[in-house]
T-cell receptor
Framework: KQEVTQIPAALSVPEGENLVLNCSFT??????LQWFRQDPGKGLTSLLL?????REQTSGRLNASLDKSSGRSTLYIAASQPGDSATYLC????????????FGKGTKLTVNP | DTAVSQTPKYLVTQMGNDKSIKCEQN?????MYWYKQDSKKFLKIMFS???????INETVPNRFSPKSPDKAHLNLHINSLELGDSAVYFC?????????????FGPGTRLTVL
């Protein structure tokens, strides 16, 4: 049974800092991995999807990597801004069940001006 | 130009009532989902439909019944509501293409059972 863990649960940084959010999963048979952000009281916004054959994806100041052998993914945020404050969730899909995303509990990020 | 929409946004009801939540997507996707986010913010899948056919049914009480009238809609009906059903329910959709399965979420429906 796939379980996803995100560390840290909460992170507070000053504006401009580069930061890394971590995600680990128990079953290395991960098929693809998706990072989301969730603002308070809102839905989830898809940030990046790393497909089975890929190791990383980049979008603007965000870079996500996936290392299946170690069961880990990281989300790197460069030059953080107060608008990046949100909860970041990672979710993995197992091969053969790629429709089903298993979520971590999220990292709540606060970027202080 | 909303991609995945849900109604209502908020739903407050008494224990024992029956209620429905509606979801619509205009992305042309063939797969739709219902997820539940509990009070601890943990998100867990409930159901998934592909081309109107049920493909995922997690361990969910049979008081919950999804219905997909067409590919663009997936509704969730809940009978005999209980206090523990209070949560935020998210609808999502995706287009399955091999390993590409980026899921897009709606804004959520906050259900409060009194």
């Amino acid at each position: 049974k796939q379980e996803v863990t995100q560390i840290p649960a909460a992170l507070s940084v000053p504006e401009g800092e580069n930061l890394v959010l971590n995600c680990s999963f128990t079953d290395s048979a991960i098929y693809n991995l998706q990072w989301f952000r969730q603002d308070p009281g809102k839905g989830l916004t898809s940030l990046l999807l790393i497909q089975s054959s890929q190791r990383e994806q980049t979008s603007g100041r965000l870079n996500a990597s996936l290392d299946k052998s170690s069961g880990r993914s990281t989300l790197y945020i460069a030059a953080s801004q107060p608008g990046d404050s949100a909860t970041y969730l990672c979710a993995g899909a197992a091969q053969g069940g790629s429709e089903k995303l298993v979520f971590g509990k999220g990292t709540k990020l606060t970027v202080n001006p | 130009d909303t991609a995945v929409s849900q109604t209502p946004k908020y739903l407050v009801t008494q224990m024992g009532n029956d209620k429905s939540i509606k979801c619509e997507q205009n992305l042309g996707h063939d797969t739709m989902y219902w997820y539940k986010q509990d009070s601890k913010k943990f998100l867990k899948i409930m159901f998934s439909y592909n081309n109107k056919e049920l493909i995922i049914n997690e361990t969910v009480p049979n008081r919950f019944s999804p219905k997909s009238p067409d590919k663009a809609h997936l509704n969730l009906h809940i009978n005999s509501l209980e206090l523990g059903d209070s949560a935020v329910y998210f609808c999502a959709s995706s287009q399955l293409r091999g390993s590409y399965n980026e899921q897009f979420f709606g804004p959520g429906t906050r259900l409060t059972v009194l």
